[in-house]
């Protein structure tokens, strides 16, 4: 029962490691990916294939204040 609960992280892990474990990294060190130093870095890690800077820029906008509006294209 308890391996039930697991399985979506093995999962995960084995899919992208390099991606999950630096998601499991940058949650235990309370990294805001929005923060200058991080939000370069990953700009220049992702170029062109990562998610595009407007929708960085509207989440850091909002603050966390309440439900936000999302458009999927």
């Known amino acids: 029962m308890f ?3 697991l399985t979506p ?3 995960e892990l084995t ?3 390099v991606a999950f474990l630096g998601g ?3 949650g ?6 929005n ?4 939000k370069s870095w990953l700009a220049q890690q ?3 294939s990562g998610t ?3 929708a960085s820029d509207k989440s850091s906008d909002h603050n966390g204040s309440g439900p936000q509006k999302i458009s999927i294209e």
């Open 24 to 26: 499991v990294a940058s």
């Open 35 to 38: 923060e200058e130093p991080v």
């Open 52 to 54: 595009p800077s407007s």
């Open 9 to 11: 992280l093995v999962k």
């Open 3 to 5: 391996l039930d609960e």
């Open 15 to 17: 899919r992208q490691p």
């Open 28 to 33: 235990l060190l309370r990294l805001n990916l």
């Open 46 to 48: 992702t170029g062109s």
